[in-house]
Every structure is written in structure tokens, then in C-alpha cells.
């Protein structure tokens, strides 16, 4: 039987850093530890100044103020921190890959496959090592093969326990999880393992919505948790457009088919397209995963769901130029709106870096506020969606022409040719709408990305207003 007393988490991104937290919090008897070799991000995690952060959740401000300095530490000491630990928890980025064999589709586990040798060269008496990153299925053999080959032949237990959290709503969902997966080897040692972190989810999670499993199927359950997801939006974003088409409205068939209990009404909202770090990431790792095991089929058929997403994207932009009498050039286009969904500052994979490249394309002047988005994220975005445009010779100088970005909304709308919401932020449903509008050029348009606004006020104020699925 294990005793932990220390963990230590390789990795203070947005899941390591509020994962560990909030363990912390729960298990106020071990120390954790959450490392990083980005200096800065650790800097973050350490201000006083607790608005500081490095990742904006609601309720996370309140947890590192529990937590920290008693028994959760960020640091940047990773070699120290891993000695020190019975239990090491692999949080690093896995994005898809840019390079190579696999570009642009397979998962890059290059920090996964360092994190697992720096493990085994600092503690050859063998360790814990739990795979807290999304990652292809079977990667657990890779990753004891290396700690094995490493590690002088000692022993060590690989578990899969990936984290289901959703941006946005992070401490509540790691508060309250519906379920708690781990998996791991099945023989005595392995059992052993998996419950060692069994006793530490039990600190807060009912021990029936713990999951147990073979490595294999919680490895892949991660995937298909996401690819599910995904799929549900882009079937109910496909349904939209038939509704622009046909009259008919995508919310009122979100609310018909979701009173079904075999369908269920969560995760049926109709938008611009999804974003975030994971969902296209992780599907098109799963379609790669596919095509090397030799099934074609299975892989065009999740493929679909992140090409429907392309495809809402592209027609959310292109409606916009339509309906601006067919060019955006020189037009002054407000976005609110940059995170890839609310109340996160996360904007990778965002729909706005991409409709607002569609509209940059066509000499679009762009106005941009989030309320939580800072400026250089925006040009950093914009700069790399550029860089991986092959036929786009790219002059950062333009880009700095057209975009501009404000602190306050209501001057990034003054004289807007059309105002796009591309992020669902509860303030923009408050604005002075009536205000907005005499401020506008006319006709004023608002193409609602988002379908937050109350489309017939929106036509009584005077707005041409363009909701997604709405016919
Ligand atoms: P992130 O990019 O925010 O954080 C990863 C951190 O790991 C970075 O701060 C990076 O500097 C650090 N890192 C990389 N290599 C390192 C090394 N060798 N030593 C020390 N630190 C190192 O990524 P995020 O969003 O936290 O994702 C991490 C994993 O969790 C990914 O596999 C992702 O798919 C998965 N995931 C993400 C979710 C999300 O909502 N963001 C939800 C569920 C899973």
C-alpha cells in the first residue's frame, strides 16, 4: 500500500495549475507541487497580487488563496520536486503536430516523452507516474518503456486518470465531477496504484463516481468523451444552416429535440463553431489514430464533425461579407468578443481567429473588445493563423493597420459598419442597445455569433440583425 505525502505536477497550465489546486485545498495533509519550466507562467502563479494569475476561472482566485504557501507551491524547481514525490502527475501541452510525420494531425508528445525521461534519470527507485494530459491510446506503454530503459530497469506504474474539466467552469467541475477515471495495470502492483489515487480523489468525490478501468479504455474514453462533445455541436451547427434556409429555428429544435431523455438538452447550442485547445486537437488525433490501425472508415467519419466546424466558421464570415453588399474592405467591423467561449481568457482555436482572418483577407478594419482577452494574445494569434497560411505572403504591418483593440466596448462599436459576437460574455447582454444603434453606420448590422440577443428587440431597435439557425 502507498502513503502519499507529496505530489508534484509536471506542468502549470490551465489543468495542472487548477487540478492541483484544488487537490490541495481537498488534501490539506500532502504537499503538492506544481512545476513549470516557463518562469514566467510559475512568476504568475506566485503573485500576490492574486488578479495576477496566469489563467482567469471563476472561484480559482479563491482556492490558491487556501492553498498556497500551506501545502500547494509553484515552482520552478523540477528536478528537486520530482525526487521529492512518491506521485508524479504529467500535465504538459500535447498539441497536434507542425512538423513531420503526422503534421497537422497526430498528437506531439515530445513534452510528454521529456517530462517521462527527466522522471526516470532524477528517480530511479521508480515513482507513481500518472498521464494527466490527453493522449493517444496506448501512449502509457511508450511512456513506462522510457521510464523502464531509463530508470536502470526499476519499476514504475503508468495510471491514466485525464481530466474532464471544461474552461470556463473548471473549479466547479473539479469540485463536482461527474466521474473521477483512472486506469491503470490490472496485476497487484497496478490495482495498488490505482488505488493510491483513489484515496485522494475520495477526499471530495463519492467514491461510486470513481472509475476504474484497464490503461486502454481510460486513455481512449478521453478521446471519445471529446469527439462525442464536439460531434453534438456540429450536428446541431449542420441543422443550422438548413434552418437559414427553411425558415425554421435551430434553438426552438434544440429545445424539441432535447426534451428527449435519450438526447438530452445540455450541449445543443447552436454558434459561430466550437473552439478551445482540445476538441479539434483531439479528434484529429483520434482520426490518426484510426487511419494507423487501418480503419479509413471510422477516421472519415469523426473527421466530418471537425470539417462541419471549418465549414459553420467559414459561413458565419462570409455572411458578414454578403451582407456588407459583397466586400468588407476599408469597413469598420467590431468583434466583441475574442476568448473561445465565457468567462475564460483562453483563445486558442478560437472562432474569432478565424473569421477574423476571412475578413482580414477581404481588407476588413476589425475593432476588437474581450473583457478579459489582453492585446498582445490577440496580435499573437492573428500573427501565427497568418504564419501557417502558406499563400498568404505576411506583412505584420498590415496587420497592425487593421486591427485595433479597446479597452471599453462601446468606443470599439461607435461607427461600425457591423458588429459580429463571436464570444457568448453575459455583459454584452446588458449594453445600451438603443445607445449602440444611433452610433452605428446604417444599415447596422449584427451578425450574432452566438445567438445571445433577443433577435426580435434587436429588429425593434432598428438593427439588421442575423442570428445563427434563425430562418
Ligand atoms: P498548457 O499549455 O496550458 O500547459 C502546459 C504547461 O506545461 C505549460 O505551462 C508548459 O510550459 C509546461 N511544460 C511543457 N513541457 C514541460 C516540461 N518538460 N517540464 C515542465 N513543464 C513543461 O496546456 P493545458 O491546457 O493545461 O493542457 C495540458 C494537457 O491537458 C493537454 O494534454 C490537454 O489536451 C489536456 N486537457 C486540457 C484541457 C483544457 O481545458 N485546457 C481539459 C482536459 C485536458
Not at 489515487?197 to 478521453?222: C, F, G, M, N
Not at 454578403?322 to 483563445?347: E, H, Q
Not at 477581404?362 to 497568418?386: G, S
Request: net charge negative; glycine share 6%; proline share 4%.
Amino acid at each position: 500500500k502507498h502513503t502519499i505525502k507529496t505530489i508534484t505536477c509536471i506542468g502549470a497550465g490551465y489543468v495542472g495549475g487548477p487540478t492541483m489546486a484544488v487537490i490541495a485545498q481537498k488534501c490539506p495533509e500532502i504537499k503538492v507541487n506544481v512545476v513549470d519550466i516557463n518562469p514566467q507562467r510559475i512568476a504568475e502563479w506566485n503573485d500576490t497580487d492574486l488578479d495576477k494569475l496566469p489563467i482567469y476561472e471563476p472561484g480559482l482566485k479563491e482556492v490558491v488563496k487556501e492553498a498556497r504557501g500551506r501545502n500547494l507551491f509553484f515552482s520552478t524547481e523540477v528536478e528537486a520536486c520530482i525526487r521529492e514525490a512518491e506521485m508524479i502527475f504529467i500535465s504538459v501541452n500535447t498539441p497536434t503536430k507542425t512538423y513531420g510525420v503526422g503534421k497537422g494531425m497526430a498528437a506531439d508528445l515530445k513534452y510528454v516523452e521529456l517530462s517521462a525521461r527527466q522522471i526516470a534519470r532524477i528517480a530511479p527507485e521508480g515513482k507513481i507516474v500518472v498521464e494527466k494530459s490527453t493522449l493517444p491510446v496506448r501512449t502509457a506503454q511508450s511512456i513506462k518503456t522510457i521510464l523502464e530503459a531509463e530508470g536502470n530497469g526499476n519499476k514504475f506504474q503508468v495510471l491514466s486518470n485525464p481530466e474532464f474539466l471544461a474552461e470556463g467552469t473548471a473549479i466547479t467541475d473539479l469540485h463536482n465531477p461527474d466521474r473521477i477515471l483512472i486506469g491503470g495495470d490490472q496485476d497487484e502492483d497496478g490495482l495498488a496504484a490505482i488505488q493510491a489515487l483513489v484515496d485522494i480523489y475520495a477526499h471530495w468525490v463519492p467514491r461510486e463516481q470513481i472509475i476504474t478501468t484497464r490503461l486502454w479504455s481510460s486513455e481512449l474514453s478521453k478521446l471519445t468523451a471529446n469527439a462525442f462533445l464536439a460531434q453534438r455541436i456540429s450536428s446541431i451547427n449542420a441543422i443550422s444552416a438548413l434552418c437559414e434556409r427553411t425558415g425554421a429555428d435551430v434553438d426552438e429544435i434544440a429545445h424539441a429535440i432535447g426534451a428527449d431523455t435519450r438526447i438530452g438538452p445540455k450541449f445543443l447550442r447552436s454558434s459561430v463553431g466550437f473552439g478551445g485547445s482540445c476538441f479539434q486537437k483531439d479528434i484529429l488525433n483520434l482520426v490518426y489514430l484510426c487511419r494507423h490501425f487501418n480503419l479509413p472508415e471510422v477516421a472519415d467519419y469523426w473527421e466530418g464533425v471537425v470539417k462541419m466546424n471549418d465549414y459553420q466558421k467559414h459561413r458565419f464570415a462570409k455572411q458578414i461579407i454578403d451582407s456588407l453588399f459583397n466586400t468588407v474592405s476599408g469597413k469598420k467591423i467590431a468583434f466583441l468578443g475574442w476568448a473561445f467561449k465565457k468567462d475564460t481568457n483562453d483563445t486558442r482555436e478560437s472562432a474569432a481567429i478565424y473569421v477574423a482572418k476571412e475578413l482580414l483577407d477581404d481588407l476588413a478594419e476589425i475593432h476588437i473588445y474581450d473583457p478579459k482577452v489582453k492585446k498582445e494574445q490577440i496580435f499573437r494569434d492573428l500573427e501565427y493563423v497568418y504564419s501557417q497560411d502558406p499563400t498568404q505572403s505576411f506583412d505584420p504591418s498590415v496587420l497592425q493597420s487593421l486591427i485595433t483593440i479597446h479597452e471599453e466596448p462601446y468606443q470599439a462599436l461607435e461607427n461600425a459598419h457591423a458588429i459580429a459576437i463571436l464570444t457568448e460574455w453575459d455583459e454584452f447582454k446588458t449594453y445600451d442597445w438603443q445607445k449602440i444603434h444611433t452610433r452605428m453606420l446604417k444599415p447596422a448590422f449584427v451578425f450574432d455569433g452566438r445567438n445571445i440577443l433577443d433577435a426580435s428587440e434587436m429588429k425593434k431597435t432598428g438593427f439588421e440583425y442575423r442570428g445563427i439557425g434563425k430562418g
